[in-house]
């Protein structure tokens, strides 16, 4: 029954570190890094429960830097269209 149910819910808002790193295509192991030196940001707590809100994964992950070092904040490609 609790598959059942699951299969027909949206998308969760909030994630375990297992699938927060499933989410982001990664391993659990450099997920739990990654939150570790701030790179993704500390759960939220549901009583003793940590979750992930997919909504701060996703602000993290935009943060990441790009191939070739470039940051996500310095990207020009939102500029392109004010440009004509």
Same mark, same amino acid.
């Given at each position: 029954?609790?598959?059942?149910?699951?299969?027909? %819910? *949206?998308? =969760? #808002?909030? %994630?375990? &570190?297992?699938?927060? &790193?499933?989410?982001?295509?990664?391993?659990?192991? %450099?997920? =739990?890094?990654?939150?570790?030196?701030? =790179?993704? *940001?500390? *759960?939220?707590?549901?009583?003793?429960?940590?979750?992930?809100?997919?909504?701060?994964?996703? /602000? /993290?992950?935009?943060? %990441? *830097? #790009?191939?070739?070092?470039? #940051?996500?904040?310095?990207?020009?490609? /939102?500029?392109?269209? =004010? /440009?004509?």
């Amino acid at each position: 029954m609790n598959s059942l149910l699951h299969s027909r %819910l *949206p998308i =969760r #808002r909030g %994630l375990s &570190a297992e699938e927060a &790193a499933v989410y982001l295509g990664i391993g659990v192991t %450099l997920f =739990r890094q990654m939150v570790s030196d701030s =790179r993704m *940001p500390r *759960p939220r707590m549901i009583n003793a429960r940590r979750v992930w809100d997919v909504d701060d994964l996703d /602000a /993290a992950f935009k943060s %990441l *830097p #790009r191939e070739g070092g470039e #940051r996500a904040e310095e990207d020009t490609w /939102a500029d392109m269209g =004010r /440009a004509s």
